[in-house]
């Protein structure tokens, strides 16, 4: 079944969301330190995503949050599935990641399936899983351009509208689970 579009946040501070667990190579502080040039335009943040028991990127995050002065304007959830993780999509506006690398980048999917824009890092398979339509890939380590792109979607409602309908496009467009397994099943039986 076809995940339910982005209603988002229906006006006021534009929502911004980061699905990914709090890993080095996930460039949560990358994304701040970004975030933090666009202070002077209305947005929030949640990170949602379970904490790494083998590194300190949680302290390093709040640690950026205050240095940055952005505690007020990001929220750590944690790790949140099933409808919890819903309720975050379905009132996102934008989602954004600076990823220093995916394998695939199932997140970025689920984005698009869910009609939302994206402003990510190009790293590993992002360029090949987000197309041009659904939003704007920069590249690793360019905090100017990182903040570029965060300006444009954040402050551009046309831009993120038509990134948004073209989000939703390519989700739409991507095998589901049910038929990646039926697949997978067919090739098992065929073997």
Do not use: N
Not at 16 to 38: I, Q, Y
Not at 115 to 132: E, N, W
Not at 134 to 145: E, I, K, N, Y
């Amino acid at each position: 079944e076809p995940a339910p579009r982005s209603s988002g946040s229906g006006g006021g501070p534009v929502q911004l969301l980061c699905v990914a667990s709090l890993t080095p190579r996930k460039g949560h502080v990358a994304l701040l330190e970004a975030l933090a040039d666009c202070r002077d335009l209305d947005w929030r943040l949640v990170c949602a995503g379970p904490p790494d028991p083998d590194s300190d990127t949680q302290d390093q995050v709040e640690a950026a949050l205050t240095r940055l002065g952005l505690a007020g304007r990001v929220r750590l959830v944690g790790a949140q599935v099933g409808p919890a993780l819903e309720r975050l999509y379905a009132a996102a506006d934008v989602f954004a990641l600076a990823t220093r690398y995916e394998g695939y980048g199932i997140v970025f999917a689920e984005a698009m399936a869910h009609g939302l824009p994206i402003v990510a890092t190009g790293a590993g398979a992002v360029a090949d899983t987000v197309p041009d339509a659904a939003g704007t890939l920069v590249p690793l380590d360019d905090r100017a351009a990182l903040a570029g792109a965060l300006r444009r979607m954040i402050g551009d409602a046309a831009f993120r509208r038509a990134k948004a309908e073209g989000a939703w496009r390519a989700g739409q467009s991507l095998p589901r689970w049910t038929d990646t397994a039926a697949a997978f099943a067919g090739a098992l039986a065929d073997i």
